[in-house]
DNA sequence: ATGGCCTGTTACACAGGA
């Protein structure tokens, strides 16, 4: 089984950047982030056209998450509230960040975490306390799922062999001591990163920035990824990063990260 | 040289991204 993340920055611009990688890279499922369309206006005739469907939870302008499949995913649920209760999500589940299905015996979980803008501000609290909520809907689901996967867009390089130039990390957004610390206890409920059982030195990223020709120097970060449970991660053949779609046309900003179980 | 870009919006500059 082939599970893959890709954050596209707007399903519609990027409609055949994605058509045309599930054609060449026929993965059972593809985890999409800030789709960045309502649900009437997905462009869901073309996915089909490649032989997916689509389970989708979006918004207008921002956000927006989407898994494509070729089968029918199972026990389809979206944003925190189904598996930790309203009183606990309060207003999290505004912004549509949470997807999640099932195919065959793997619970599948499609992650935005929020950016969080810039360390202390406004944006950085709700991205903190989106986490903390995170680590409660993860317990939750592992405690009835043991094979669990749990992808995306995490806005967090957890170590400095993630980014090209960890200078100034301690106060960066997406590498401040807080951001690291917090996932790092999110993932102690039991998940581990698949990319670093395969792969171990540094330079490999999934998001460079549009600016400075940041990917032509390989001047990237690596903040999308596959955490696995337990009984997934001893059973995972490989973790790797597609760098080609970010070389593209008008692509992305960032590149799909693709997990064979 | 510490900035450079991109997307969507009842847009015509701005918010948000990372």
């Not at 106060?171 to 996932?183: C, G, V, Y």
Request: hydrophobic share 40%; charged share 25%.
């Amino acid at each position: 089984m082939k599970i893959a993340t890709w954050n596209v920055n707007s399903v519609r611009t990027r409609l055949t950047h994605i058509t045309d990688w599930l054609s060449e890279h026929p993965v059972d499922v593809l985890c999409l982030q800030e789709t960045k369309v309502v649900d009437p206006d997905f462009p869901l005739e073309a996915i089909q056209s490649v032989g997916y469907r689509a389970a989708i939870s979006g918004q207008k302008s921002y956000n927006g998450v989407a898994m494509l499949s070729q089968q029918p995913l199972q026990n389809i649920s979206s944003g925190f509230t189904p598996i930790v209760g309203a009183a606990a999500v309060g207003d999290l589940d505004d912004q549509k960040r949470v997807l999640s299905g099932q195919l065959d015996d793997v619970r599948i979980v499609n992650l935005y975490v929020p950016n969080g803008s810039a360390v202390g501000s406004e944006k950085y609290a709700y991205k903190m306390r989106w986490l903390t909520v995170l680590k409660t809907y993860l317990e939750k689901l592992l405690a009835d799922h043991d094979a669990l996967l749990v992808c995306g867009d995490f806005n967090i390089a957890l170590e400095d062999r993630d980014i090209h130039d960890p200078q100034g990390k301690e106060t960066h957004i997406m590498s401040s001591p807080q951001e690291r610390e917090m996932l790092t206890d999110v993932l102690s409920v039991g998940l581990k990163d698949a990319f670093r059982k395969f792969t171990t030195d540094g330079g490999h990223f999934s998001w460079w920035d549009y600016r400075a020709a940041a990917f032509r120097r390989n001047r990237g970060w690596r903040i999308d990824h596959h955490y696995l449970s337990s009984k997934l991660y001893d059973r995972v053949k490989s973790c790797v990063i597609d760098i080609e779609p970010r070389g593209l046309e008008k692509p992305s900003d960032h590149t799909p990260v693709i997990v064979e179980l």
